[in-house]
């Protein structure tokens, strides 16, 4: 959490860049939040590397 903290503060002190609330979503990751699935159940996706997205990419079946 601090070093989440540090990130806004920074980059708000830094470059004036102000961060709205964005619930459960990661200002520098993507994606990463909760997700309405197409038979309107839910499911987490966090993906923080390119390797991670690769293999999301493959059991959802998209092309990365």
């Known amino acids: ?3 989440l903290i ?3 503060v920074s980059s708000y002190l830094n470059g004036g860049q ?9 200002p520098l ?5 909760v997700y309405k699935t197409s ?4 499911i ?3 993906v923080a ?5 690769r293999n999301l990419s493959e059991i959802i079946g998209i092309e990365s």
């Open 18 to 26: 102000d961060y709205k609330r964005m619930g459960n979503a990661h």
């Open 6 to 8: 540090k990130l806004l």
């Open 39 to 42: 038979d309107d159940q839910w």
């Open 49 to 53: 590397t390119d390797s991670q997205f």
């Open 1 to 3: 959490l601090f070093i």
């Open 29 to 33: 990751i993507s994606p990463y939040s």
């Open 44 to 46: 987490v996706i966090g």
